[in-house]
């Protein structure tokens, strides 16, 4: 079976960081696409990045450029966010979601929730000021 499960969520304060990190089993690691999505309360879920594991090619929404990096560890089958800087905008329940096919990171971002295939179960990032 398929199964995503994302860790390392917790509460900072502004300007801190977090990493978290999304293990993928019963899937080929070395052809997917992984994308991080957050949803926060009374907000529709939003796309934050994707990558494709074979070549790494990302893709950022415009609100977290240059203060999160999404890499892909295959040999660890995971594939981690990391938020630098981080807003109280920021809080919200993160997903890592899966695409079982070769697409570049752009593509799967503008797939969306509704193109991915996995999801895992949402951890939550809190960010006081």
């Known amino acids: 079976d398929v199964q995503l499960q994302a860790s390392g969520g917790g509460s900072v304060q502004a300007g801190g960081s977090l990493r978290l990190s999304c293990v993928a089993s019963?899937?080929?690691?070395?052809?997917?696409?992984l994308g991080w999505f957050r949803q926060a309360p009374g907000k529709e879920r939003e796309g934050v990045a994707c990558?494709?594991?074979?070549?790494?090619?990302?893709y950022y929404g415009d609100s977290v450029k240059g203060r999160f990096t999404i890499a892909s560890d295959n040999a660890k089958n995971t594939v981690n966010l990391q938020m630098n800087t981080l807003k109280p905008e920021d809080t919200a329940v993160y997903y890592c979601?899966?695409?079982?096919?070769?697409?570049?990171?752009?593509?799967?971002?503008?797939?969306?929730?509704?193109?991915?295939?996995?999801w895992g179960k949402g951890t939550q990032v809190t960010v006081s000021s």
């Open positions: 990558i494709s594991s074979s070549d790494s090619v990302t």
């Open positions: 979601a899966a695409v079982l096919r070769y697409l570049d990171g752009s593509t799967c971002y503008r797939l969306g929730e509704d193109g991915m295939d996995y």
């Open positions: 019963g899937f080929n690691f070395d052809d997917y696409a």
